[in-house]
């Protein structure tokens, strides 16, 4: 398992928003990830896409695995092809550490 990967308590880190900056140059280093939205709105965000749908209910099941672990939870729309994973840190009303290492750790589920 990647280092980056590792499961961490979030409990015991102190979170904040990211600055713009920040956010910009994570998302470079991140697959397909986009930032949508702003203000208390703005969350980062990706389209995942399948060949059927038991393909994407897996995908959304092992996506909900790893957000009870990690305690953490996006928000989804899952269609017969496809699933929008939308990531953002409410209580601290924006993009922090947390939600690009959630966004690492679904990216890790496909090939």
């Not at 990211?18 to 203000?39: H, I, K, S």
């Not at 896409?49 to 990690?70: G, L, S």
Request: some cysteine; charged content about 25%; aromatic content about 10%.
């Amino acid at each position: 398992m990647s280092q980056d990967l590792k499961q961490k308590d979030w409990s015991a880190q102190a979170r904040r928003a990211l600055t713009a900056t920040e956010t910009v140059a994570a998302l470079a280093q991140l697959d397909g990830w986009r930032l949508q939205g702003d203000g208390a709105d703005v969350a980062i965000e990706k389209t995942y896409r399948f060949a059927n749908y038991y393909q994407t209910m897996a995908f959304v099941n092992a996506v909900a695995f790893i957000a009870h672990a990690e305690d953490h939870h996006p928000d989804l729309s899952v269609h017969y092809d496809r699933c929008v994973v939308r990531l953002s840190t409410h209580d601290v009303q924006g993009i922090s550490s947390t939600d690009l290492d959630c966004a690492k750790r679904f990216d890790a589920l496909r090939p």
